[in-house]
């Protein structure tokens, strides 16, 4: 089995900073991408920032310039710096990660359970 366990959510007040992590375990051949997503009440989850194997990255444009996605891939663990948060940025922040569990099987999304951040103006 596979598990995906975020941390390091909270509540901060406008302009200030956090950082999640995210650690993946269990049976793990491979990881591919590892993504951070975040869900709004009353929006739909969308995608923050994303990090390949090799390290290349991507970010939605709302959080340009402010986070910074990064991982350790011999922790199996990826992290989100939030700088400058805004209180639209408050949200349940999920993890994701495309993973093999052998060398025998495709890859296919793992999903942690979220973690709440809370930005206060």
């Known amino acids: 089995q596979v598990q995906l366990v975020e941390s390091g959510g909270g509540l901060v007040q406008a302009g200030g900073s956090l950082r999640l992590s995210c650690a993946a375990s269990?049976?793990?051949?491979?990881?591919?991408?590892m993504d951070w997503y975040r869900q709004a009440p009353g929006k739909q989850r969308e995608l923050v920032a994303t990090i390949t194997s090799g390290g290349s990255t991507n970010y939605a444009d709302s959080v340009k310039g402010r986070f910074t996605i990064s991982r350790d891939n011999g922790k199996n663990t990826v992290y989100l710096q939030m700088n400058s948060l805004k209180p639209e940025d408050t949200a349940v922040y999920y993890c994701?990660?495309?993973?093999?569990?052998?060398?025998?099987?495709?890859?296919?999304?793992?999903w942690g359970q979220g973690t709440q951040v809370t930005v206060s103006s």
């Open positions: 994701a990660a495309e993973l093999r569990i052998s060398i025998v099987t495709i890859a296919r999304r793992y």
């Open positions: 269990g049976s793990i051949f491979s990881i591919n991408a």
